[in-house]
Structure formats: C-alpha cells, structure tokens
C-alpha cells in the first residue's frame, strides 16, 4: 500500500512542480549573491547565507534556512492537506477503501509517503544548493570553515553535519503534515485542510515573536526549526535538537491518533 | 456512538498524560539536606574549584534608560539570555551566549579572555581588568551566586526550601541585606548540596514581585570538561582585536575628590580597580558609587534622567530606579553658581540616594 501511495505522489506533475517551485528561490538567492556580492552579515538574513560568498559548500545549509520558514511548510501542507480530502474531492477515497487493508494502514500509508516526500524534497534542496553554491562560489579545500563557535572544521565534518541538519529538518516538517493530515480527514476539500495547516503554521511563528507567550514556546510546533544550526556549535548543541525530535513526535503521535479516530469512524460517501 | 467514541477517548488520555508529565515533574518535592546558612554560604564560597558543563538561562527584569554605548548590559539585565558553559577552574572557562543563529563565546585562561563574535567575525583579546562593566558571564548562576554571597554575614543568611534545579534537589539560601539603605529586600540562592555550587540565583527588590534578576541551570554536569572545548585559537580569517576596559575610558577632567567617610550609613570602601576619583560605599550587595562629573556631561546626563519615567526632581537633583538599581545626577552646575555635580549610582534606595547627596552638598560647603 505504502508503494502505491508513493508512485501515485511522484507520478504527479504537480509534485515536481512543487519542487521545483521550492528551488527556484534558494536559485535566486544565489544569483543575487553573485551578481551583487552583497551576503547579509553574519547572524542576520537566513543562517548561513553570510558565509556562501567564501564558501559554496555552505549553500546547501543557506538554501535549506530560506525555504524552512515558509516554503517548505507551504509545500508540506499541500501535500499533506490533499492525502485524504484529495482522494475524497476526487471520488476515489471509495474505492481505496473497497480493498481490503483497512482504514489505519491507508492513513499510515499515506503518512509515510508524506515522509517520503519531504526527504527528497529536502534532500533536492540541499542538492541543488550544493551544485549552485560550488558553481556560482568560492570552494575552499583546506578545511577552514569557521563553525558557529569560531572553531574550524573539517570538510568531512561540514559534510556530515550537513546531513545530520537534512535529517533534522526533515523531521521538523512532520508536525505540519500531521496537522495537514489531521484536517484532511475532517473535511473533503484538501484547499481548507492546507489552510488549516497554514493557519497553525503562522499562528506558531506568532506566537513564538512574543514574549507573553514565552511560557508557551517550548510547546509550539515551529520553536525547534531553527535549531539545525546547533550541529554548528562546536561542540554541537543537542539540548535543542532532542526537544525538537521530541515535539515533532508528540504532535505527530497525538495528531495521527485524532486523524485515526475520526477517520476510522468516518462515514464515507465520496 | 459507543464504537465512535473510545478512540477519541483513547487520543484525549493520551494527550492530558503527554500535556502532564512536565507539570507532574515540576510538581515533585525536591529533597531537603541538614546544613547551617553558614556552613552552606562557605560551601558556596569554596565552590570556585568545582569542574561542570551546563546549560543555563538567565531572565533580566529590569529596563535601563541608558545611552547605546551600553545596550549591552541593558539587554543583559532586561532580556532572556542562553548561556553554554564549560568550567575547569576559576582561570580556565568558557562562557557562550547562545542566540537561535549565532553566538558569543568568552574563553578564560591564566592570562586574559578571548571574545568570539560570530555575528562580527571578530575575536577580541581582554586582560580580564579587576573592574569591567557586567558581561553575560557574570550571569551564570555559579559565578553570581558566588559573587553575591562573598560579604554577606552570618545575621543575613537564612534557609529556605529547597528547590529542584537541573535535576539536582538543591538547598536554599536567603540573604537579606540588613543594610537601611538596601534596595535589594533578598537573594535566593539554591546549590548544588554536595558540592556548593550555585544552581539558581534569584535577585529580589521590594517594590516588585517580579525579580530583578532569574537565572539557573537548565542542565548541569559535574565531569570537567575537556581541556580543548575551553581553549581558543582565532580563526584565521577573523578580525582580532583588543578589549577596551573601563580604564581606558576617559572619566574627564576630576573635578574633586574630597567625599565624606560614610553616606546614607554605608561606609567607604576600597575596591581594586577603581580610580581614586570614584568614592565607593557600602558592602555585599548594598553598594554606592560616587562620581564628580564634568558640566558638559551633567547637564545631558540631568536631562535624559528628568525625562525617564518615574523620576524624581527636586532641589538636590533628579533620581531614577529600576528596579533595585538607582542613579542621580546631583547639585546643580558650577557655572550656575550652585554647588558642584556628582553622579551617583548604586543598589540603593531613592531616599538613601537623597540622603547621600545631601550629605555631599554639606561636606562642599
């Protein structure tokens, strides 16, 4: 089941659509850089991006920072918004259901190809970002990157600290798909689903700006994003990264149960 | 309907258990251990050798009306600060301020510090002066709660209950100042039992519930860290550059230093690194400073406080709070005919700062 759902994610035009579309501002960014030489100071703009014009191979960190606070959610949320409500407006959520595998593995199905989804997406993000970064900028070979710490790293450590910042990232995108699947079940258009996602998506990144709501931050489901940056501390920082893993699990866990109970128990007419 | 509901009954209990547990943590009673304020006080005090690792965060509650030479130490005592520390010994650390993209990491050895700051790329080498300007490092509970605690007497000192930091079940400590003038009503101190290291540090005033100072360990490790995670080396492509100390700073031209022996019952005091223009008064956490200052300064000085809300003008000069913090630009300029001006600055009450400048126009006349 689970392979199906997958060929019929990647077999969309609109998937790649989305993608692409999710490349094309990291791209820009790039270009910009190049053409102006003009990177935002350190600790300003998106992280990483003040490092790029002397080292490309940081690229693929800045162009995750860029897509993470909108972008990437935005494209989650579609993605995520149309797995139920999608097959329902269409007419063939029915169908899927005529087959023998039950309601709580297609859920589980669907919520791994969302998974899916967001791995290549990412991955493709931070692939392109490499390609444009070592094309456009300088390289350097002998192991200076300066961490976030002041301290140099190695390129192997860069390397494996970007792909410890892809897998993280990742898994800070499953809170909104759990929201956006969650709503997909309650409603047979994925348009308000991903809106509904969206919505707890601006209201997180509110509410996280507000110091009244500091008692609340540690709790919502955007306040961990920024934190793959901590793999660049030297030492790397994990008190933020586990906390995030953690939240991301809790409202994964809680919104795939509230998606089951409703949807398992969901008279089905379309 | 029966069918329908236990799900939902199923996610809801999982929910409230998961909303919960951290309440419930919170909510446990932290364990009590048997010893005397003073023997905790001087277990506190010898602390400056215990090696640890931590994560602590530190909450100002105080808003300083000052210039932008020093947003610096506004933030520091106003904002929510992150501090990253490694602790050796008392001349082998290092203390980072952790922001969500960058930092600023001080390394201590035997010889100075060196500053990291990422957002500037530039690493700055300080000779660690006797006297400086407060700097997130001095925020960490340990090095506060020491800090505050060096002159407290056996009369001030009291216990309190203990409190969960960290994870360790820390004693508490009350010092309250017995001093007239103090603004500060109380310090509550929790450490670590075994070892004396202050865990949480809470910096009371009485005017307000809200304390002027929170910070505390949020993780706290007691194996000492490697050697190589306190060490600097600048990175190559950095700006490196050398600290400017308070000595360095031109007080201007010293108009008098004839200052009184006691005012608003604070004695006067030495304290290394303080020029001799500058009277320092009081003890533990009751301190005065006094300054002439030049007219020139005065006068923009005298107008920026007259303009803070809150504050007070009158014939001996205008005075400010906040908080337990308290400053006045007192007597009125020379040019004027008046009598000369004197800036004056402390953890002192308003009335006590009264007290101080009047005293000071007597010993003028």
């Known amino acids: ?270 | 309907m029966v069918r329908r509901g236990w799900r939902w009954a199923v996610v809801a209990l999982g929910l409230a258990v998961l909303v919960a547990l951290p309440a419930v943590f919170e909510a446990l009673p932290a364990d009590d251990a048997s010893v005397a304020a003073t023997d905790l006080r001087d277990r506190v005090l010898a602390s400056d050798d215990v090696a640890f690792s931590g994560y602590a965060v530190s909450t100002g509650g105080l808003t300083l009306p000052v210039s932008d030479a020093l947003t610096g130490v506004a933030d520091l005592l106003s904002d929510q600060t992150s501090l990253r520390a490694w602790y050796r010994g008392a001349e082998d650390w290092r203390v980072d301020v952790v922001t969500t993209t960058g930092e600023t990491g001080t390394h201590r050895d035997a010889a100075g510090t060196w500053t990291w700051d990422y957002a500037d790329q530039r690493a700055s080498r300080g000779d660690a002066p006797p006297l400086a300007l407060p700097a997130a490092p001095d925020l960490l509970p340990s090095a506060l709660g020491r800090r505050l605690l060096s002159e407290a007497t056996d009369a001030e000192l009291t216990r309190i209950d203990p409190a969960r930091v960290a994870g360790v079940d820390a004693v508490g400590l009350r010092y309250t100042p017995a001093a007239e003038a103090a603004s500060v009503s109380a310090v509550d101190i929790w450490a670590d039992p075994t070892t004396g290291l202050p865990l949480r540090v809470v910096v009371r005033s009485a005017d307000t519930s809200i304390p002027a100072l929170d910070t505390r360990f949020l993780d706290l490790d007691l194996a000492t860290p490697d050697a190589a995670t306190t060490a600097f080396d600048p990175p190559p492509d950095a700006d490196v550059t050398t600290d400017r100390d308070l000595t360095d700073v031109d007080l201007g031209r010293q108009e008098r230093a004839d200052l009184p022996a006691t005012l608003a019952g604070l004695d006067r005091r030495t304290v290394e690194g303080v020029p001799d223009q500058i009277g320092a008064y009081g003890s533990g956490i009751t301190v005065l400073a006094v300054s002439a200052l030049p007219g020139r300064a005065a006068g923009s000085l005298r107008s920026q406080l007259a303009a803070t809300p809150g504050a007070v003008v009158d014939d001996l000069g205008v005075r400010i709070a906040a908080g337990p913090l308290s400053l006045m630009v007192a007597g009125t300029s020379t040019r004027d005919g008046g009598s000369g001006t004197y800036l004056l600055a402390g953890t002192v009450t308003l009335d006590a700062l009264a007290t101080a400048a009047q005293q000071i126009q007597e010993t003028d006349r």
């Open chain 1, 1 to 270: 089941m689970i392979a199906v759902e997958l060929r019929k994610l990647f077999r969309r035009p609109r998937t790649w659509i989305t993608i692409a579309l999710l490349n094309s501002l990291p791209v820009l960014v790039a270009v910009l850089l190049k053409v102006t030489d003009l990177a935002p100071r350190p600790g300003e703009g998106p992280a990483f991006l003040s490092a790029v014009l002397t080292n490309g191979t940081l690229f693929p960190l800045a162009a995750l920072a860029i897509v993470l606070p909108l972008f990437l959610p935005i494209a989650v949320a579609v993605v995520a918004g149309d797995s139920v409500a999608g097959e329902a407006q269409g007419g063939t959520l029915r169908y899927l259901l005529a087959r023998p595998a039950g309601r709580t593995r297609l859920l589980v199905a669907k919520l791994v190809a969302i998974v899916v989804f967001v791995l290549v997406t990412v991955v493709i993000v931070a692939a392109v970002g490499y390609v444009v970064g070592t094309a456009l900028f300088e390289v350097q070979s002998l192991g200076a990157t300066t961490a976030v710490s002041g301290t140099s790293l190695t390129p192997e450590q860069v390397a494996g600290r970007t792909l410890l910042s892809i897998g993280y990232v990742t898994i800070s995108m499953l809170g909104v798909a759990a929201f956006a699947m969650f709503f997909s079940t309650l409603t047979d258009s994925p348009q308000l689903a991903t809106l509904g996602a969206l919505a707890v998506l601006i209201g997180s990144s509110l509410l996280f700006t507000l110091d009244a709501a500091s008692d609340i931050a540690p709790y919502l489901p955007t306040r961990y994003w920024l934190s793959f940056v901590d793999f660049f501390r030297d030492p790397i920082q994990w008190r933020n990264v586990a906390r995030g893993l953690g939240l991301q699990a809790v409202y994964v866990v809680v919104l795939l149960g509230a998606a089951w109970a409703n949807f398992t128990t969901k008279d089905i007419t379309s």
